[in-house]
């Protein structure tokens, strides 16, 4: 283990700005970092909160919701919105796909009013829309839904973050099912999405359970996880009974769908 | 030197047009000026002086009010640009539609230019036409060139007004409007309805009317007036002052109809007579304390008393029923810039939306209409998901 003296300046110097930089690497010898506060606004589900490390999703980046179909992020992004909104903020949604559904947003808590409903022709001019209300510095938070069959540009995501960083007042939150690969490269925060179970009254599934895990952070230690009881769209709002009564009914092992007879 | 635009919509001059949308373009047009002077019906003036280094050229400055004026209604307009009200005016008069399906229609007017135009654009009346005429005066530069001694000896005050304007001069200034210091709205029923609570979605219309017109104003009442005109009793008036600017119509309401209900307590309370309160005596239950109120038969008696016939006559059973409206007036008043911050519960973000707006505008001149949309579920109960909600396109 080398010692301070043994450390030559240039080194040192060069630790200390990547320090400055809030890249997070310090030697061994010294004291753990203190975290780098950043902005942020919360994600509806205070123990995703507590596992994102820096107190929800932070402003001024791209978080990308790592999620099969089903599994969620879209409920999760819905009930982000209104936690926001709760707060006092304005939201948008943007619809690559044109899936956005008002009446779900709105008993999934939403308010209308401050929702803005963006739809873009193509994934380019989504992300180049998202850019535009980032930079308006009135959007606290945005729902940029790329949709299933979409794959955005590398490059333009790459600005996008940039800007919203630059900005820094808008916190970002990306679906994109079938471009999570190029989004994540570009995505500050990555949180992958895992369902563990169904959530059930009697015979009827009212939710599911799921497993959220912080797999990348930039600015904030990454490894946390949380579980999350997403409800769906009439349990929360139309019967707070729901949760109480609901009894987790676990995921069986992976099973073919589909059995082929007499092979 | 004072630039004027000159706006003038075709479609409203029309005899038979419905000019409603006419005050709305004005206020529409207070974004851009604050010295906007409706000369007529379809016709607007709008000082530009010195907005070019906010605006940009004229020619944005007038694309910028075109726009402005078709967020309201779209209809075609003529603009007109000029240094006064006459040149302003001839300009947007000359002003041809490049396409048939134009918009609108822009051209600037210099002093200059009116040396080659006809006589015949001139505000004349036909004897003064016809004198022209007969002189021999069909050319603008005609009649600017003649000396003006001459003209008012030959065709008088009148004349020489004409001749000021053939030389381009119009000493007329803009008389800008008054943004006015209240807004009013109410309805009436042809059937009278029954009791105050009857009168909630109403009011809470009649607000939310007054309210958007107010928010395209950017402005915000600290003060609300209802009036009540009953059918058999003098009408009821109740005033809400707001500590602060408000723009919520449904807070608005509810602190009327609750102000309204303590109103008409206290007046039946005071109109009580005496032969209603001997009666109530008379019938009170064994062992109640004397002048003790009786919350059971108190909502029930109070308003018969509000429609009696007249004081101290003793209303029969027919006569038990509500107070039946007639009429709703909701008046906004002290108007002023709407607060940022208002109340807690009145969380007035529309601040936010008009900061947003004009970044919205840009986002649809970049992009194009049909990209942004505002929800609003009009029926959440309505059997079809389709049904519950409307997009409204914000571009639109």
């Given at each position: 283990m080398p010692t301070d003296a043994a450390v030559s300046p240039s080194l040192a110097n060069a630790l200390e700005s990547l320090r400055d930089r809030g890249l997070g690497l310090r030697r061994g010898s010294e004291a753990p970092m203190p975290e780098r506060t950043r902005p942020s606004v919360p994600s509806g589900h205070p123990t995703l909160d507590a596992a994102l490390g820096s107190g929800g999703w932070p402003r001024g980046a791209l978080a990308l919701l790592d999620a099969p179909v089903g599994c969620g992020a879209t409920t999760l992004a819905l009930g982000s919105l209104a936690a926001v909104q709760e707060q006092g903020g304005l939201t948008a949604w943007l619809d690559l796909d044109g899936t956005f559904d008002p009446a779900v947003a709105a008993r999934l808590g939403v308010g209308l009013e401050w929702l803005l409903l963006v739809r873009p022709h193509d994934a380019g001019e989504a992300v180049e829309l998202a850019a535009w209300l980032g930079r308006s510095t009135?959007?606290?938070?945005?729902?940029?839904?790329?949709?299933?069959r979409s794959v955005p540009d590398r490059r333009a995501l790459d600005r996008l973050a940039a800007l919203l960083a630059r900005v820094g007042t808008t916190a970002a939150l990306v679906l994109a099912p079938s471009g999570r690969t190029m989004v994540s490269g570009a995505a500050g925060v990555r949180v992958v999405l895992r369902r563990t179970a169904w959530l059930s009254v009697g015979r009827d599934l009212v939710g599911q359970r799921v497993d959220a895990s912080v797999e990348r952070h930039r600015w904030a230690l990454a490894g946390g996880s949380a579980e999350l009881d997403l409800w769906f769209g009439e349990g929360r709002r139309i019967d707070p009974l729901v949760a109480g009564m609901a009894r987790p009914r676990l995921i069986e092992a992976a099973r073919p769908a589909l059995r082929v007879v007499g092979a | 030197m004072t630039r004027l635009l000159a706006l003038v919509w075709p479609e409203l001059r029309e005899p038979d047009a419905e000019i409603g949308p006419f005050e709305r373009m004005l206020d529409a047009l207070d974004d851009l000026s604050p010295r906007?002077?409706?000369?007529?019906?379809?016709?607007?003036?709008?000082?530009?002086?010195?907005?070019?280094?906010?605006?940009?050229?004229?020619?944005?400055?007038?694309?910028?009010?075109?726009?402005?004026?078709?967020s309201v209604a779209p209809l075609r307009v003529r603009c007109g640009i000029g240094e006064n009200r006459w040149l302003a005016t001839l300009a947007a008069r000359l002003a041809r539609f490049e396409r048939p399906d134009a918009p609108a229609a822009l051209r600037i007017l210099e002093r200059a230019e009116l040396h080659d135009l006809p006589l015949?654009?001139?505000?004349?009346?036909?004897?003064?036409?016809?004198?022209?005429?007969?002189?021999?005066?069909?050319?603008?530069?005609?009649?600017?060139?003649?000396?003006?001694?001459a003209v008012g000896a030959q065709f008088g005050a009148a004349g020489e007004r004409l001749q000021a304007l053939a030389r381009g001069h119009d000493p007329r200034p803009i008389v800008a409007r008054r943004r006015p210091a209240r807004v009013a709205a109410s309805t009436s029923f042809e059937t009278p309805i029954d009791g105050i609570g009857a009168v909630s979605l109403t009011l809470r219309r009649l607000a939310a009317e007054l309210c958007d017109r107010l928010r395209e104003r950017h402005r915000a009442p600290g003060r609300a007036v209802l009036e009540l005109r009953l059918e058999d009793a003098p009408s009821l008036r109740v005033e809400q002052p707001f500590p602060q600017p408000a723009l919520e119509p449904d807070w608005?309401?509810?602190?009327?109809?609750?102000?309204?209900?303590?109103?008409?307590?206290?007046?039946?309370?005071?109109?009580?007579?005496?032969?209603?309160?001997?009666?109530?005596?008379?019938?009170?239950?064994p062992?109640?304390?004397?002048?003790?109120?009786?919350?059971?038969?108190?909502?029930?008696?109070e308003p018969n008393v509000a429609v009696s016939s007249g004081p101290g006559q003793f209303p029969s059973d027919e006569e038990i029923f509500e107070p039946r409206v007639v009429a709703v007036r909701l008046v906004l008043d002290r108007l002023s810039d709407p607060a940022t911050r208002q109340l807690p519960a009145f969380e007035a973000r529309t601040a936010r939306w008009e900061e947003l707006r004009w970044s919205l505008e840009r986002m649809r001149?970049?992009?194009?209409?049909?990209?942004?949309?505002?929800?609003?579920?009009?029926?959440p109960t309505a059997a079809l998901p389709e049904h519950r909600v409307r997009l409204t396109d914000i571009g639109a």
């Open positions: 009135l959007i606290d938070a945005l729902v940029l839904d790329l949709g299933e | 906007v002077e409706p000369v007529d019906a379809g016709v607007a003036l709008v000082d530009v002086t010195g907005l070019e280094p906010t605006w940009g050229p004229e020619r944005r400055v007038a694309a910028r009010a075109v726009m402005l004026a078709r015949s654009l001139l505000p004349a009346d036909p004897a003064m036409r016809q004198r022209f005429a007969l002189f021999g005066l069909t050319q603008m530069h005609q009649l600017a060139d003649l000396p003006r001694s608005i309401a509810r602190l009327l109809l609750s102000r309204l209900e303590a109103a008409v307590r206290a007046r039946l309370r005071s109109c009580r007579p005496a032969e209603l309160t001997a009666r109530e005596e008379r019938e009170r239950p062992g109640w304390p004397p002048g003790a109120p009786d919350d059971n038969r108190q909502p029930r008696s001149h970049r992009f194009g209409e049909g990209r942004l949309w505002r929800a609003s579920a009009d029926r």
